[in-house]
């Protein structure tokens, strides 16, 4: 199994470009997270989704869209990109119902630069 | 949200044990406490889970008191692949828990030093 896997690795994107991020995860997961972690800062979840068709709103959510069309993958959208979005982002899955644990995988991250 | 505290970092020497605390005075009945690890350029990995008691696996120990307001990650003889950042966090929103768990915070960053 792969897990959670993310495209791209990187990438550089002038200020007002758009872009979306793909996460796989072919563990048959749930729930799926979105993360970005700034310099010094831990993880601050963006969006998240509890199954195929949902999306919810997590702590910073502004400027950003997503979508679960398929289980196994959600995607992270920029629809005009600001210098504030340079990050690395963190995509991560989880069982979610029917289990308690309920721990998160997370994929290796995408960095984003924003000129 | 069940809010955690932990010290923002910590030195220790190879084959130390290394105990780092995290507290949670408000965590709920439902809740479970989950620490991760993160090592630069690299997502966070998953550690150790539990809800009660002592919990411990091939890489680490857990202990919590009965009060459950606080949690301590106990790490065995650490090495320097051991330096990374630990989070504690507090959550289980599958069965009635908060949404804590999804908060990873700043976390703790472990020096080990030879």
């Known amino acids: 199994n792969a897990g959670v896997t993310q495209t791209p690795k990187f990438r550089v994107l002038k200020t007002g470009q758009s872009m979306t991020l793909l996460c796989a995860q072919d563990m048959n997961h749930e729930y799926m997270y979105w993360y970005r972690q700034d310099p010094g800062m831990g993880l601050r979840l963006i969006h998240y989704s509890v199954g195929e068709g949902t999306t919810a709103k997590g702590e910073v959510p502004d400027g950003y869209n997503v979508s679960r069309l398929k289980k196994q993958n959600f995607l992270l959208g920029l629809e005009s990109a600001a210098p504030s979005q340079t990050s690395v982002y963190f995509c991560?899955?989880?069982?979610?119902?029917?289990?308690?644990?309920?721990?998160?995988?997370f994929g290796p991250g995408t960095r984003l630069t924003v000129l | 949200l069940a809010k955690t505290t932990q010290p923002i970092s910590m030195d220790s020497y190879e084959g130390q044990e290394v105990n780092i605390t995290c507290s949670h005075n408000?965590?709920?009945?439902?809740?479970?406490i989950t620490w991760y690890q993160q090592f630069p350029s690299q997502g966070p990995r998953f550690i150790i889970q539990g809800y009660k008691t002592k919990v411990t696996n091939e890489v680490a120990s857990l202990f919590i008191p009965a009060d459950r307001k606080s949690s301590t990650l106990s790490l065995p003889r650490v090495s320097l692949s051991d330096t990374a950042v630990y989070y504690c966090?507090?959550?289980?929103?599958?069965?009635?828990?908060?949404?804590?768990?999804?908060?990873f915070g700043k976390g703790t960053k472990l020096s080990v030093k030879p």
């Open positions: 966090l507090v959550g289980a929103p599958n069965y009635g828990g908060s949404q804590g768990n999804l908060i």
């Open positions: 408000n965590i709920a009945t439902n809740d479970y």
């Open positions: 991560a899955s989880s069982y979610g119902e029917g289990n308690q644990e309920d721990t998160q995988y």
